[in-house]
């Protein structure tokens, strides 16, 4: 167990639709960071907060934006969903001071869009 | 963008054999080169990483090396066993400040 935590586990939905993906980083961590892996693909990069700030941005489409709260937990928001936006989306935390730390994931949210 | 390159994208290695995973970066700013060990199913997770100021790390039966004038760097895993069977992903720290995954290798340990 990493200690960062998603949720849901599953999310079925249609075409078109809205969802809403949750992270909570490690405790003390302030980097919170979003991939997204496609079926027979690679880790993507999609967009990473520091502090509540955005810090770097990667592939991200303009249907996806993200926040993190004061908290520290971060949601990733998915809008006008497309059946190739089904994958599995992972979070992960790095506490992100300095020199580049070791990063987190999360168990991760299997997104299928019908 | 970043461009990380991961040979071979499959490799199959009999048991007690040695397995060596490739990649090669484009940025030379890269600081950070972790290795991931993904799972069926589950969460990638870190099994050895490097940083640009060290050659070569080694924890038991895993070694990384890294040669910074090539852009390369490679994961060694001796001795392999069953468990080793998964797909290793390589990654690198860059300019942008993100990591950049390489395209995956699915290694198969034979008993």
């Known amino acids: 167990d990493s200690g960062v935590t998603q949720t849901p586990k599953h999310l079925i939905t249609a075409t078109g639709q809205r969802v809403t993906l949750r992270c909570s980083p490690r405790?003390?961590?302030?980097?919170v960071y979003w991939y997204q892996q496609s079926l027979d693909q690679g880790l993507q990069f999609l967009i990473q907060?520091?502090?509540?700030?955005?810090?770097a941005k990667g592939n991200i489409l303009e249907r996806f934006s993200a926040q993190q709260f004061p908290d520290l937990h971060s949601e990733l928001n998915l809008s006008s969903l497309e059946l190739g936006d089904s994958a599995l989306y992972f979070c992960?935390?790095?506490?992100?001071?300095?020199?580049?730390?070791?990063?987190?994931f999360g168990p991760g949210t299997r997104l299928t869009v019908t | 963008g970043e461009n990380v390159e991961q040979h071979p994208s499959t490799l199959s290695v009999q048991e007690g054999d040695s397995a060596v995973i490739k990649c090669t970066y484009s940025d030379s700013a890269s600081n950070y080169f972790p290795w991931y060990k993904q799972e069926l199913g589950k969460r990638p997770q870190l099994i050895i990483d490097?940083?640009?100021?060290?050659g070569e790390k080694k924890d038991q039966r895993i070694a990384v090396t890294l040669n910074k004038t090539a852009k390369h760097f490679s994961l060694h895993i001796t001795e392999t066993q069953p468990e080793d069977s998964a797909v290793y992903f390589c990654a690198d720290y860059n300019a942008g400040n993100m990591l950049t995954f390489g395209g995956g290798t699915r290694l198969m340990v034979k008993p």
């Open positions: 405790s003390g961590d302030l980097s």
């Open positions: 907060y520091y502090n509540g700030e955005e810090r």
């Open positions: 992960a935390s790095s506490p992100e001071v300095g020199e580049p730390y070791e990063q987190y």
């Open positions: 490097i940083r640009s100021n060290v």
